[in-house]
T-cell receptor
């Protein structure tokens, strides 16, 4: 069965600093990987996704993620964090079921941004 | 587009009462997912539908939970009778028909508290 591990429960960074959120997955086949963001009181919003091809994917809000098969990782990065990035971030692996992907989510990383 | 709509946004009820959560997916979306989010278990997939038909309900915790999708624009998740351990945030998500079948669009969630 597939699984996702986000080893950092909570990360604090200063505004303007760089950010990297870690994600490790376990899945027997080629993974479909996603990063979602959840702002307080809101649903999840897709930041980016990886299916194949270029291992560095760009997403919305200036985020990017790099797929590293050898490390089973899909870490999320942003060069300069803004206060509005404070939220909870979820990594997910998609498993094909028919024509849709069932998502297995990690436990999330809460990001705090200091002024 | 209004996005995925869920109602109510907050529900407080007493143990033993019936609870009905509602979801309206985005028009033109043919997959609908129900998730539950708790601190202890994170985000869990409960059930999902394709073209109004339940495809996989293996995540439904027990017989007290039931879900229906009578038409393409409406789904309900019912808990009868409710218990305090059902307290969680329940999300609905949908996937568009056609090209982008991998991006799930989440609603804002319903926060359920069972006293």
């Amino acid at each position: 069965a597939q699984s996702v591990t986000q080893p950092d429960i909570h990360i604090t960074v200063s505004e303007g600093a760089s950010l990297e959120l870690r994600c490790n997955y376990s899945y027997g086949a080629t993974p479909y990987l996603f990063w979602y963001v959840q702002s307080p009181g809101q649903g999840l919003q897709l930041l980016l996704k990886y299916f194949s091809g270029d291992t560095l994917v760009q997403g919305i809000k200036g985020f990017e993620a790099e797929f590293k098969r050898s490390q089973s990782s899909f870490n999320l990065r942003k060069p300069s964090v803004h206060w509005s990035d404070a939220a909870e971030y979820f990594c997910a692996v998609g498993v094909s079921s028919g024509s849709a992907r069932q998502l297995t989510f990690g436990s999330g990383t809460q990001l705090t941004v200091l002024p | 587009d209004a996005g995925v709509i869920q109602s109510p946004r907050h529900e407080v009820t007493e143990m033993g009462q019936e609870v009905t959560l509602r979801c309206k997916p985005i028009s033109g979306h043919d997959y609908l997912f129900w998730y539950r989010q708790t601190m202890m278990r994170g985000l869990e997939l409960l059930i999902y539908f394709n073209n109004n038909v339940p495809i996989d309900d293996s995540g439904m915790p027990e017989d007290r939970f039931s879900a229906k999708m009578p038409n393409a624009s409406f789904s309900t998740l019912k808990i009868q009778p409710s218990e305090p351990r059902d307290s969680a945030v329940y999300f609905c998500a949908s996937i568009p028909r056609g090209v982008d079948t991998d991006t799930q669009y989440f609603g804002p969630g319903t926060r359920l508290t069972v006293l």
